[in-house]
């Protein structure tokens, strides 16, 4: 329907986000079926070695290359029933996070057809991408914009409201919600809240047993982030009275967990996001002071994530026992990397700690997908060791140091990698840009399989940007028309 002044007059929506979260499940698209053939590469490299998954260079990036001849195969890909989660929909953690199997996605060049789903769900080919499995389409995550979540913020902002519908329709949620936490214990912290020019400035003072400590934070109302502006540990005596103070474990909500889950059904998977001891002991600081710490304070640096590391992991033994997952993600690896602190130190403060962790996952079935932003590439074979399923977000150069072919190459499908499109990208280029972007992530990420194309974070600002917007729906669109095995 046209207005008098010729435009097109909105059409009616319904007036909450329940209801609209009600009528895009109604309406939403289940699946599609394609019968392409899906080409395959693998690389001898010199020397010997197994096979592993090759890709073509996009031109950036750094880093020594393998060498050797690059042989390209076929593989004819029929619709077919694929059951890879149907069946444990009723597990706690909707199923076991097994390894991959290199042969599910024919990284060999077989030419027998790879079954496949005629209808796959958003939580079907999430779970399938997570296993190495194949799917019938890269799985599209919009990260933190998390459309199926009621309570998010953006779900509530009018300027990202229809943004936020065309996600719920067309996107693959990975639902970001956390419950529970490790912190100092509560009744030794006094919080005071003011507000200072439409600033919301919160001063929290620890009574801690040598004398408080006292940490304060800003947030502005038209960006959702809070700066922490003045650190809770400033100095060597900070830390030492830090170390004599109770920490407690505050407990997961089940019960809001398994509603949560239940509503977002077949349109994705629950992710809850832990903070390993890494990032706990960093954040306590400011970024230079825990930078100093780390070189003139060692063994107290070490004495603070032995002490998180027993938090850590009493509160994930509560969310494994509660039924939470299946996938979590692990915040804190990228404060231990190059150019910030040597690689040796990335294996003493990361791998030491969160290998148990991950373990833990793994005991009960759930995946676990490590965060780590920036330079990767002298870490990666340290991340590998730890055995994850997920890694994210694989920022390109020159943010990241390694192209996302290159991090296929060396993690040989032993690893699903998520993200690869930068948000500033999103935020401040044309949509054609994005376009390409997006192309060329899923040129890159896409053989072999265990690939989600993804941002690597999300708008904070309010109102959105109409740019922005026509940008995320550049990006979804081409994901959904390029996107498919």
């Given at each position: 329907m046209e207005t008098a002044a010729g435009a097109a007059a909105p059409s009616a929506q319904p007036a909450t986000i329940e209801h609209r979260l009600a009528a895009t499940a109604a309406t939403r698209p289940r699946g599609r079926v394609h019968m392409q053939r899906m080409h395959v590469s693998f690389r001898t490299a010199s020397g010997g070695g197994g096979p592993s998954i090759s890709t073509a260079s996009c031109g950036i990036g750094s880093g020594a290359r393998a060498t050797g001849a690059v042989f390209r195969s076929s593989v004819a890909i029929a619709p077919a029933a694929l059951n890879c989660t149907r069946a444990r929909r009723?597990?706690?953690?909707?199923?076991?996070?097994?390894?991959?199997?290199?042969e599910a996605i024919n990284m060999h060049g077989a030419t027998t057809p790879i079954p496949r789903s005629p209808a796959m769900t958003s939580r079907e080919r999430l779970l399938c991408a997570l296993r190495g499995e194949p799917t019938d389409r890269v799985p599209i995550s919009t990260y933190e914009l998390v459309g199926w979540n009621p309570d998010a913020w953006e779900n509530k902002e009018p300027s990202y409201r229809d943004l936020m519908d065309f996600i719920r329709a067309s996107a693959d949620c990975i639902y970001m919600w956390d419950s529970g936490g490790v912190d100092i214990a509560p009744e030794l912290l006094q919080v005071e809240r003011r507000e200072e020019d439409g600033v919301l400035v919160t001063r929290t003072v620890c009574r801690a047993p040598r004398g408080p400590l006292t940490k304060?934070?800003?947030?502005?109302?038209?960006?959702?982030?809070?700066?922490?502006?003045?650190?809770?540990?400033?100095?060597?005596?900070?830390?030492?009275?830090?170390?004599?103070?109770?920490?407690?474990?505050?407990?997961?909500?089940?019960?809001?967990?398994?509603?949560?889950?239940?509503?977002?059904?077949?349109?994705?998977?629950?992710?809850?996001?832990?903070?390993?001891?890494?990032?706990?002991?960093?954040?306590?600081?400011?970024f230079q002071d825990f930078l100093l710490f780390c070189a003139t304070e060692p063994e107290l640096i070490r004495r603070l994530l032995d002490m998180m590391q027993g938090r850590v992991l009493a509160y994930t033994e509560a969310l494994l026992a509660t039924g939470f997952g299946p996938l979590f993600r692990i915040c804190g690896p990228e404060y231990a990397t190059p150019p910030y602190?040597?690689?040796?130190?990335?294996?003493?403060?990361?791998?030491?700690?969160?290998?148990?962790?991950?373990?833990?996952?793994?005991?009960h079935g759930a995946c676990a997908r490590v965060h780590c932003h920036g330079r990767?590439?002298?870490?990666?074979?340290?991340?590998?060791?730890?055995?994850?399923?997920?890694?994210?977000?694989?920022?390109?150069?020159?943010?990241?140091?390694?192209?996302?072919?290159?991090v296929k190459e060396r993690t040989r499908g032993r690893v699903t990698l998520f993200g690869n499109l930068e948000l500033k990208a999103l935020e401040h280029g044309s949509a054609d840009e994005v376009e390409d972007l997006t192309r060329r992530a899923l040129r890159d990420g896409m053989p072999g399989g265990r690939f989600v194309i993804m941002p690597t974070a999300a708008p904070i600002g309010i109102p959105l940007s109409p740019g922005t917007e026509e940008n995320y729906r550049r990006y979804i669109e081409t994901a959904l028309k390029h996107g498919a095995y």
């Open positions: 009723a597990m706690p953690h909707a199923g076991t996070c097994r390894r991959s199997r290199p304060v934070t800003r947030e502005a109302p038209n960006l959702k982030t809070v700066w922490q502006v003045e650190h809770l540990l400033k100095t060597p005596g900070d830390i030492r009275n830090f170390l004599e103070t109770p920490l407690a474990v505050a407990p997961p909500d089940g019960a809001e967990y398994r509603r949560r889950a239940a509503a977002l059904g077949e349109n994705g998977i629950m992710m809850h996001s832990i903070s390993d001891a890494l990032c706990l002991t960093s954040e306590l600081f400011s602190l040597p690689p040796e130190r990335f294996r003493e403060y990361v791998v030491a700690y969160d290998a148990t962790l991950i373990d833990l996952i793994h005991r990767i590439a002298q870490v990666l074979d340290a991340i590998l060791e730890l055995g994850p399923d997920g890694l994210d977000p694989v920022e390109p150069p020159p943010d990241g140091d390694l192209a996302l072919a290159e």
